[in-house]
């Protein structure tokens, strides 16, 4: 595995961070509405906490409510308050959400949004009240290329996931065809348009389709997948849809590898498919989730916990969430308790996260890019390893 770790003296800080927890009860709620007082300092987190998808974002929000309640465990000059917006994952919730934060709720930072369709609508919001934000989980890559300040990202975009999974795919089965389809969300269609380009550029002849994100019946684009008889099918979007279209799929006979990307790293996939339909099917993601990566060091500290505070094991960017909290936290803990402070702490900032290093470029990506492949095994989703070394099971 070639993932990096963090060193021995990170995972002794994580380990006294989570005893503090422990004890530390309720999530740094000191200070009332209306805005940040003279010791409490306000963080947002926004995302899909209630909707179809909100099994990808729960992780990430727990994630960081636990740093913030291990920070505000150890008696800080300034606690930490977590705001939730839940958005339901919908780019016409999040701008008025996010216009409440920034105007009413006076946050410093956000953590989000979570999803990509949702930051592109938010994200010109922020810039231009000029809030940090570090997202845990949207990875449409067009986000850093709009010359934001003040956008950040601790995980790989789809540039990287989407030609990492399709190389994973060309190596482990040497497809002369393959389908591509997403529904029309903005994170869909990003990373099924980033896997089909990688196909064709390494000789694979591919059929590209598309549905409307509220279809419920992929008939029509099951038909057309059965009748191009491919070796291997990419879906680009979250568990909700893609667990009914893996479904159609088995139902119509179609046997070919089915494989898809982190929106759908999630027990909802197997759940919407049935275990049958899902066996065997392929998950990528700039994430590791439960495994091997979690027997030692700093990630099995994090990892026991999470399921010691929350009585369930982490999941899809619970790490990822937790090390976007740390990034607000190091800044705070730096003296930087306005939002252009924080803003030019991140700029320079570098640490040994729980799921990856930290270090944002001058668009906002993490400079971090590993992609991990899981596949679904008798019903659960298991961690295969680095996208470069991974073999199928």
Known sequence: MSRKRTVVAAAALLAGALALSACGGGGGGAGGGGGSSA?????GFMGDLTGE???IVIPPRNGAKMAIDAYNASNPPKQIELVEYDSQGSPDQAVPLVTKA???????GLIGPAFSGESKAADPVLEQAKIPSISASATNPGLAKNGWKYFHRVVAADSEQGPAIADFLVSAKSPKKAFVISDDQEYSVGLADAVNQDFTSKGVAVERDQFAQASSDYSSSVAKIKADNPDVIFFGGYYSQGGRLLKQIRDAGVTALFATGDGSLDV???NGAGPQA????IVGCPCAVPGASATQGSLKTFYDGYKSKFNVNPAVYATEGYDAATAFIKAIQAGDATSDGINNFLATLSFDGVAKPVKFQP???VVSTDIFIHQVKNGQLELL????????G
């Open 53 to 55: 998808n909100s099994g």
């Open 363 to 365: 668009n906002g990506d």
């Open 278 to 281: 899902a066996e065997g099917a």
């Open 268 to 270: 909802g996939l197997i």
């Open 385 to 392: 390893g680095n996208s470069k070394a991974a073999k199928l």
């Open 102 to 108: 920034i105007q009413q709720d006076k946050i410093v």
């Open 39 to 43: 010791n409490t300092i306000k963080i």
